[in-house]
């Protein structure tokens, strides 16, 4: 079984940052694609960034130049740098595995973790 495990998130002046990490586990034997997504009331969950297995990252074009996705492969961990944030960022962060090769040789899709809250204060 895999979990994938937020943490980093809390409360912060807009213009403040904050680090996300999201460590996945389990039964992993690599991941493929990973990413950030996040969901604010109302509203429906969106792409953030995301970062293949060998580094190519998006993102979304209201957190280009401020967010930065990256990842450890070793670690099974991805993380994101959000910087310059503002009260618009407050949300849900949901990250998400895309595909995991297990260590049995099972390929398993959409994994999600659950979730951590970002509050921006203005």
């Known amino acids: 079984q895999v979990q994938l495990v937020e943490s980093g998130g809390g409360l912060v002046q807009a213009g403040g940052s904050l680090r996300l990490s999201c460590a996945a586990s389990?039964?992993?034997?690599?991941?493929?694609?990973m990413g950030w997504y996040r969901q604010a009331p109302g509203k429906q969950r969106e792409l953030v960034a995301g970062?293949?297995?060998?580094?190519?990252?998006k993102y979304t074009d209201s957190v280009k130049g401020r967010f930065t996705i990256s990842r450890d492969n070793a670690k099974n961990t991805v993380y994101l740098q959000m910087n310059s944030l503002k009260p618009e960022d407050t949300a849900v962060y949901y990250c998400k595995a895309d595909s995991i090769l297990t260590v049995a040789g099972t390929v398993e899709y959409d994994y999600w973790g659950q979730g951590t809250q970002v509050t921006v204060s203005s």
């Open positions: 389990g039964s992993i034997f690599s991941i493929n694609g």
């Open positions: 970062i293949t297995r060998g580094g190519n990252t």
